[in-house]
């Protein structure tokens, strides 16, 4: 059949258990050095590195037919991996990042009732209070969404994951970046160049904009220093964010009502240039955000967890 969706992520880092404490903050649910999300979940492991990495990203495909497309595609690239019953690991050179192909079941999400808005003209909450601020119980991420890494090549990273995985290009930033998606998300994974391979952030689905609202300010209130970005919209992907840091340089970002692509031919991916790229309305992004701090530090090997 096909790819439908991210498995696992295996994130190392040298800063084991500031950094876990930081992802049970964020509503990921802990047992070890494993953390939950509420509908796919296992979905990230922590694990030691000497410097902040992403060491390993899952993709979940239907059936072994699925494997043997991979294979195939990556042997034409030139591309080695290591095949199992239910499996296949390769290694894309450009974000360093194992990719591990492996069959899964898919989603099965419990549908959230969309709020009623009140817009002009239409009262479609009358005489209650708005469900955004009642609220009282700790944000919870529903799945991981996607990861963007920085890639020393992004033109092979590229293809290793569109013509080699079989992902799709939904967007594309001339010369930067490629929005690329293994499910009807629109993206799943982006590459973009950088100096040194890298893990720029990954994201988690939560309900609405109340839900990525209350979950940013709940990490602020604990600790204003991990803010990042937010809260904005982005224009490519259309997806609410706020970007928040994790103790070893991470970001990690809350969205909610990011494009769903379920016919491929009604979708016109497009070239993005500029602010456009980046966000639609929203503070402007911090210089950090375009290169985080520590990428000096990632490229001389003199990381310090957090610097
Ligand atoms: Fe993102």
Redesign the pocket.
Known sequence: MSLHRLTQIVMGVPNVEETAAYYTDFGLARTGHSFATIDGGEQLRIVPSDHRRLLQLGVGADDPDDLDRVAAALTALDVAFERTPTGLRAVDPGTRVTVNVEIAARYDQAPTPAPAYNTPGVDARTDERAPGILREHPVRPRKL??V?LGSTDQAFSQTFFQQGIGFKVSDTVPGLAAFMRCSTDH?NV?VQQAPVAFLH?T?WQVDDVDEVGRGATAMLEKDPARHVWGLGR?HV?S?F?W?LRDPAGNFS?Y?SDLDCIVDDALWTPQVWEGARGLYRWGPPPPPSFLAPEDLAGLMTGAHQPGA
């Open positions: 969404g996607h963007v993206h982006l952030h994201s982005h992907g997806n964010f970007y970002e969205y």
